[in-house]
């Protein structure tokens, strides 16, 4: 029974990811009317799915092996402990993920599940089971990366608003310029095929 449950919870927490995560990125290209709510969820899904598929297995090793010292789960009782207490952590992170959805606030799914980890191994084997330096990292993650995310959104704003939106003729000035729209949208994108 303990894999039908781990199946249903991770259906759940899936779908309230789903429900949140990726509503967040494609919420605004729906708002400024680049792509209907259906077009959003089909192109959300597909590139949801590959970034799954490509990348997450470096962040799922983060969130499996990093953030709990697992050999404290070894054992008479720990491996069976170890199990159901990640269930918990994926029922926790679900629900929480659901309840920000329902309440229309974005939340993020890697907060909910990296809280939900802290708190079930504090409960089932104190404070030396946490990896703190690490989630130190994750913490400072959650503000560097919105701040980042900020300044690489003015730069690129700027460069264009510069370039194109003040020109006389803005049209004709996109179209002159469009390859500074394609050479920042490629200057995003490089990394993550670069580290792949």
Request: hydrophobic share 55%; proline share 4%.
């Amino acid at each position: 029974p303990i894999f039908w449950i781990g199946v249903i919870a991770a259906v759940g927490i899936g779908m309230s990811n789903a429900g949140n995560d990726l509503c967040n990125a494609m919420g605004v290209t729906v708002g400024a009317g680049v792509l209907s709510l259906r077009q959003a969820v089909g192109v959300g899904a597909l590139f949801d799915g590959l970034g799954g598929l490509l990348m997450g297995s470096r962040v799922t090793n983060t969130i499996a092996a990093g953030i709990v010292k697992r050999d404290l789960y070894s054992g008479v009782d720990g491996p069976d402990l170890l199990a159901k207490s990640m269930l918990v952590v994926m029922g926790s992170g679900g629900l929480t993920m659901l309840t920000g959805t329902m309440c229309k606030v974005p939340i993020s799914a890697h907060h909910s599940v990296v809280g939900s980890l802290v708190a079930m191994a504090l409960l089932t084997r104190g404070p030396e089971a946490v990896e703190w330096w690490l989630v130190g990292q994750i913490v400072f993650s959650w503000i560097g990366n919105p701040l980042l995310g900020m300044a690489c959104s003015m730069v690129s704003f700027g460069m264009i608003d510069y370039a194109i939106l003040s020109a006389h003729q803005p049209v004709a000035a996109f179209h002159a310029h469009k390859w500074l729209i394609y050479a920042l949208s490629m200057c995003a994108c490089l990394p993550f095929v670069l580290v792949m």
